[in-house]
């Protein structure tokens, strides 16, 4: 992969990823009606962020290598917390009666932060 086509294809590839979490955020917003992020949303910062971030290590941009090496932080440890959310939802789930633990499965609207 050394032509310059080549990793312009990595940079627009990793730039579109990036950009359609936002695609992603309002879609589940719109079904929500709330402003909502979804898992999904970290998930594509990550795989657009690790993209566009071997694109700026190729291009030797400090400016784009600090940006989206500081963004890949922030998008990890929001999975990180998505996690600790649901480990504590699931702790939760299990010491409630188990008809009270569907109704509040089906309240809280879980099924949102997946899409």
């Known amino acids: ?3 310059p086509m080549h990793w ?9 990823v990036f950009t359609a979490r936002f ?3 309002w879609i589940a917003s719109e079904k929500r009606r709330d402003s909502v992020v979804p898992t999904a949303f970290w998930w594509l910062s990550i795989v657009g ?3 566009i971030l071997v694109y700026a290590i190729h291009r030797q941009d ?12 922030v998008y ?5 917390l998505v996690a600790r959310k649901k480990q504590r939802e699931m702790r939760r789930i299990g ?4 008809a009270d633990a569907l109704a509040s499965k089906a309240h809280t609207g879980t099924r949102a932060t997946s899409i």
């Open 1 to 3: 992969m050394t032509s």
């Open 8 to 16: 312009q294809v990595v940079g627009f590839v990793g730039q579109g």
């Open 23 to 25: 695609l992603v955020q």
């Open 49 to 51: 962020g690790c993209s």
């Open 62 to 73: 400090p400016v784009f290598i600090v940006g989206q090496g500081m963004g890949l932080v």
């Open 76 to 80: 990890v440890r929001n999975l990180m």
């Open 95 to 98: 010491r409630m009666d188990p």
